[in-house]
RNA sequence: GGAGGGAUGGCAGAGCGGCCGAAUGCGAGGCUCUUGAAAAGCCUUCAGGGGAGACCCUGCGUGGGUUCGAAUCCCACUCCCUCCGCCA
């Protein structure tokens, strides 16, 4: 959620900013004139209250001297009062149902630094690291899924007759791999981040309040008899940790990393990209989140981005960092920095990590502040980033590490951890 | 799953119809004293909203109810603790 009060004290400009997500003018119209509407009526109310408050106590005060009849008389008047409250109280929570409901359609605003644009073409490539297309030329690169299969180590079609498309099932050296990654990765961040191990299922209060269950989208899934969603992101158990709180100055920032398994339902994505570990609904991950002071976050965001770029770079995978354009931006994000792999298979760059600033976008819905060392409170601002996701750095891994012979030659940073260094399946 | 007990400010913990946003202690901040520190003393210290301000409104797990008036009484829910059962 935004701060409504920019709406109130800077219409123009924050208009101009939110314009360039697309926002619709009179959506913010909308929404401020209802904070208004809602001023209004809360300050009737607050007046009616205070001599409702008034009026009780001297109702108190008439029955312990002993003068019934005139506290009587005073009940009788206070009725008007209370209807008169309950009627604006009814007033009030209509206006704040329908104003939750346009401000839940606000996105934030993007950071002034991102670029204009409309769509991922507009988006603007930072750099490139260890790529060179002549590396690739002269040699034929098979998909990840037809060298995993030859091998013995994915199993796309038992995947499906257990559980259906968009899900995998991995064997052997497959599995191992997989659990080498994560294990990788956990060690390779716990000098900045605090491992958790967070529960994977979450009240539907806590994963609203992070921003992943919205009544225009849930990627979520729902258990049957319990109000619990299967997390589509660790950052959903990370945030939510401290929703509610006030932090001392001192702990922040606070650098969380969570191994978990990831669940999504991916509607509407059916048919795109969905061979093999491209896109699934179950996956395994190592999220970086994290919370700190406002005037920290970017300083904080450009660390995140390099600790998540190490995991690549320690598989020494060629990958390439993308500044999402402002018409690009997740609705929460302010600001996003893409890492792709480079994907010889599908000669394609695939996306395996999205390192996010959400401001105090998320903080403002979770009510997670910090109190300030000079005194009072203020929101916190977070940040996320995939520290690995690995269905695609798994399939990367197998691609770039094709030999003639069709085994798969491991990095070396992953050897100690899966105990081999050439997949032969 | 069954039976009890509980949920109050940063923490501990009183309060059990009006004088309670709330005793007391700890913690934190400021001041006095001191060469400095400690100790001692004095003062301040929950959050959100409205108002130029005086000040006002709201919040005692959450949501309803009773009442002129609810932290306090009633109902439902959530969570925590103890015991029993089951169990990786």
Redesign the pocket.
């Known amino acids: 959620m935004i701060d409504l009060k920019l709406l109130t004290d800077d219409f123009e400009a924050t208009a101009a900013r939110l314009a360039r997500k697309r926002v619709p003018r009179d959506l913010l119209v909308q929404a401020r004139d209802l904070g208004e509407g809602r ?1 209004q009526v ?2 009737q ?2 007046d009616a ?2 001599e ?2 008034a ?3 001297a ?2 005060r008439l ?1 312990r001297e002993g003068r019934r009849e005139e506290a009587d008389a005073l ?1 009788e008047g ?2 008007d009062t ?1 209807h008169r409250i309950d009627t604006l109280e009814v007033q009030r929570r209509q206006i704040e149902a329908t104003l939750d409901e346009v401000a839940a359609r606000i996105p934030n605003l993007p950071d002034d630094a991102v670029p204009d644009g409309a769509s991922d073409e507009d988006n603007r490539l930072l750099r490139t690291h260890g790529y060179d297309p002549a590396d690739y030329e002269g040699h034929t690169y098979e998909p990840h899924w037809e060298v995993a299969a030859r091998l013995g180590i994915y199993d796309g079609e038992r995947a499906a007759k257990l559980s259906g498309g968009m899900f995998s099932l991995l064997r052997g050296g497959g599995a191992r791999l997989l659990r080498g990654l994560v294990d990788y990765a956990l060690d390779l961040h716990r000098d900045r981040y605090l491992e958790i191990a967070p529960p994977h299922a979450v009240r539907s209060e806590v994963i609203t309040r992070t921003g992943h269950l919205t009544k225009f989208e849930s990627q979520a899934y729902k258990l049957r008899d319990d109000d619990l969603w299967l997390i589509p992101t660790g950052e959903v158990p990370l945030m939510g940790m401290h929703q509610g709180e ?1 932090l001392p100055e001192t702990d922040l920032p606070l650098r969380y990393m969570a191994y978990t398994v990831c669940w999504r339902r991916e509607a509407g994505a059916a048919g795109k990209d969905t061979r093999g570990l491209q896109r699934l609904h179950e996956f395994h991950k190592v999220e970086l989140a994290e919370l700190c002071r406002p005037e920290d976050s970017e300083s904080e965001l450009a660390a995140l981005l390099a600790d998540c770029e190490r995991s690549l770079q320690g598989l020494g995978l060629p990958y390439r960092v993308v500044e999402l354009c402002a018409g690009d931006l997740t609705f929460s994000a302010s600001k996003v920095f893409d890492l792709e792999v480079y994907s010889p298979g599908v000669d394609k760059w695939l996306e395996v990590s999205s390192v996010s600033s959400v401001t105090d976008f998320q903080a403002r819905r979770g009510a997670i ?1 910090y109190r300030k060392d000079g005194g ?2 203020a929101l916190v601002h977070s940040l996320n980033g995939s520290g690995l996701a690995t269905p695609r750095v798994w399939a990367a891994i197998i691609e770039h590490g094709q030999q003639p012979d069709g085994t798969v030659r491991l990095p070396p940073a992953l050897v100690p951890y899966v105990g081999i260094e050439i997949l032969t399946g």
């Open positions: 001023r809360t300050r109310v607050d209250r205070q409702m408050n009026g009780s106590q109702v108190g029955m009940k206070l009725a209370r006030i502040r009072g409170t």
